[in-house]
């Protein structure tokens, strides 16, 4: 890979679209908009900004104790598809492909001397759209669990708005998945 800078970087995630119209700053800022949305409600009850469809688990407290701290969880976000101009593949069939870009995300953001607590995060980056069944005891263990459950959850949310919002069956099924993980974890966490 060629040196880069942060200044670079952001001129780099912004020539890059995440998807037509959209680049991959952009989508990260997004994401972080939506996150602190998401938290300002859950802290302080303010009201939502944007449009969200709630899991049932979002008001439990345990999910507050293991927040973590706001200024590193929105550079996460802003760059946690940082290494997608990197890594970026058209198919045969003209879409965008992004292969193995939590990694190259996750090696791009320490190349530039950047936080390793954000590396790591970026690198989890896909864990909790990915998570199994038989990988949430593991998963609900690390002290980023609930930081990427909620990241995943905005991150959902603020894609709909370009893909036929809360209501289209793509949203429909991807938050299904995080409701039914959001509950898995809870379940490995004492109870107050």
């Not at 939590?102 to 090696?107: E, T």
Request: charged share 25%; net charge negative; with cysteine.
């Amino acid at each position: 890979m060629t040196t880069i800078t942060s200044v670079s970087l952001v001129e780099k995630m912004k020539s890059c679209e995440q998807m037509p119209g959209l680049s991959v700053l952009d989508h990260g800022i997004m994401v972080r908009d939506y996150y602190k949305d998401l938290i300002g409600h859950i802290r302080e009850g303010n009201p939502l900004q944007f449009s969200w469809r709630l899991p049932e688990w979002i008001t439990d407290p345990r999910l507050k104790q293991r927040l973590l701290c706001d200024e590193l969880m929105a550079t996460y976000q802003v760059y946690h598809d940082c290494g997608k101009p990197f890594c970026l593949v058209i198919g045969e069939d003209g879409k965008r492909h992004f292969p193995n870009h939590a990694q190259v995300s996750k090696d791009t953001w320490l190349s530039l001397g950047g936080d390793p607590r954000v590396a790591d995060l970026i690198g989890m980056d896909m864990d909790a759209h990915l998570l199994k069944d038989d990988g949430v005891a593991a998963f609900a263990q690390r002290p980023q669990a609930v930081a990427l459950l909620l990241t995943a959850l905005a991150e959902v949310h603020a894609n709909a708005t370009m893909f036929g919002g809360i209501e289209s069956i793509s949203f429909k099924q991807k938050w299904k998945t995080l409701d039914r993980r959001g509950k898995a974890v809870l379940r490995h966490y004492p109870e107050d």
